[in-house]
């Protein structure tokens, strides 16, 4: 293996039997919450992986053989591959037989998506790329992104053709396979979860399956890069919608004094009906992000997706707004904040209700705040350093607040002291508190 971050010159690749070349080498291009589990899978099936990031201290720690994020068993599968001197990570592309992007794609302040990170990537692979390579790219993108990075490609590199325009033939293959993971479970989803390639021609979409079947064991089908595209995003925006509705619903048992969770429990009775649960808003990268890809396709036609978009937005605000006012109970009120993560039992902040709501209730600085978050060691920037502000454990805060906002359904908040509950105004926005038996 290289040891030092430079391009390498190309090695020949053996060929199979079929005369296609075989995949040996794989490159990974963002070492993040998707990128780095896939490249240990990758890795623990018998590839060479080379790993790129362009942070320098995240290149270090994988190297070493640790992980620079937090999920469940990826530092054992990570550590092994990198004794085994199977994967070895990057500030610069590598020559390989398959480039996989798996960069962010966050959206600007007008709500369009910025596709700096994915057109950075492409461009630093392009002095790299050679006949016989597959591209794919992993990042939830808007429709037409694949075929946009044909084109920058071809203009990068004009002695290689793609397939855009030399479908079947073209030197060059490119596909777009998004990932569908649950982080805590990205593992274990990565290997069991289904998979769409879509190419930008059939033989594309053929030779990304290969690169999928190393370690995929769900059904991989394949489609166009368009289908697969809009299919990722269809898939976050139905959720984002249908939490709307439920956040929509909570406002207005709020309203009449119903209790929300008996509402939807009855109502999901009816064999057709599934409505998800109400929350403080929705966090993650992906369901708050991929509905306004979809948007910004034909926003005159996609109202009920920027609506929903609005609702769950809105919703953080609605709740610090509720916790101020019973807050205003008390002279000098001691509130306790249950969890800052996006979903329960993850380190994950990105995007998070949680979080905009501590911000929120630290700005307006109402009296003490008590923050609890058991997957984080610190506080995070923006509320570390505050003077009302303090990072305890949920014992601890439930014992001194006044009020409880249960704002993340962590499971260790299932064990906190009903009894000491009883006497505190508490606001459950996740329904942890919830009897679960059926009746």
């Not at 960069?103 to 990537?121: E, F, G, H, W």
């Not at 709501?357 to 506080?379: Q, S």
């Not at 439930?398 to 105004?425: G, P, T, Y």
């Amino acid at each position: 293996m290289l040891m030092t971050n430079t391009i390498a010159p190309a090695t020949p690749v053996a060929a199979r039997a079929d005369g296609k070349h075989r995949i040996e080498t794989v490159s990974v291009v963002g070492l993040g919450y998707v990128g780095l589990p896939t490249a240990a899978l990758l890795a623990s099936r018998g590839l060479n992986v080379v790993g790129v990031d362009v942070k320098q201290e995240a290149v270090d720690r994988i190297n070493s053989g640790a992980a620079h994020i937090s999920e469940p068993d990826l530092d054992i599968v990570l550590s092994a591959v990198v004794r085994a001197e199977k994967l070895k990570a990057y500030t610069t592309p590598q020559p390989a037989d398959v480039f996989l992007i798996a960069v962010p794609t966050p959206i600007n302040a007008d709500k369009t998506a910025d596709m700096t990170l994915v057109q950075s990537a492409l461009a630093s692979i392009a002095p790299v790329i050679k006949k016989g390579d597959l591209i794919v790219i992993e990042s939830t993108s808007p429709v037409g992104t694949t075929e946009r990075a044909a084109d920058q490609l071809r203009r990068l590199r004009p002695d290689l053709t793609f397939p855009d325009t030399l479908p079947e033939l073209s030197d060059v293959m490119m596909a777009y396979c998004p990932e569908r993971i649950l982080p805590g479970q990205t593992l274990r989803e990565l290997v069991d979860n289904a998979r769409i390639v879509g190419g930008l021609d059939h033989r594309s979409a053929l030779r990304a399956r290969e690169v999928y079947r190393f370690f995929a064991m769900g059904k991989i089908k394949l489609t166009t890069s368009r289908v697969a595209e809009l299919s990722k995003l269809t898939e976050n925006a139905f959720r984002d919608v249908n939490i709307a509705f439920a956040n929509e619903l909570s406002l207005v048992c709020d309203h009449l004094g119903v209790d929300v969770w008996q509402v939807v429990k009855m109502a999901n009775l009816h064999p057709r009906v599934n409505i998800l649960s109400p929350g403080p808003g929705v966090g993650g990268h992906c369901i708050p992000v991929d509905p306004w890809f979809i948007h910004e396709a034909l926003p005159d036609a996609t109202p009920l997706i920027r609506h929903a978009r609005e609702v769950n937005d809105a919703k953080p605000v609605r709740v610090a707004d509720q916790i101020t006012r019973l807050a205003g109970r008390y002279k000098e009120p001691v509130i306790a904040v249950l969890g800052l993560a996006y979903k329960p039992n993850v380190d994950d902040l990105r995007e998070s209700p949680a979080l905009e709501i501590a911000h929120i209730l630290a700005e307006r600085k109402l009296g003490r705040l008590l923050i609890v978050e058991p997957n984080i060691e610190h506080l995070p920037k923006g509320l570390a350093g505050l003077p009302n502000v303090e990072f305890v454990d949920h014992h601890e805060a439930v014992a001194e607040a006044d009020v409880v906002a249960i704002l993340v359904s962590h499971s260790k908040f299932r064990n906190v002291d009903r009894a000491a509950l009883a006497s505190k105004v508490v606001i459950d926005t996740v329904g942890l508190l919830q009897a679960h038996e059926d009746e």
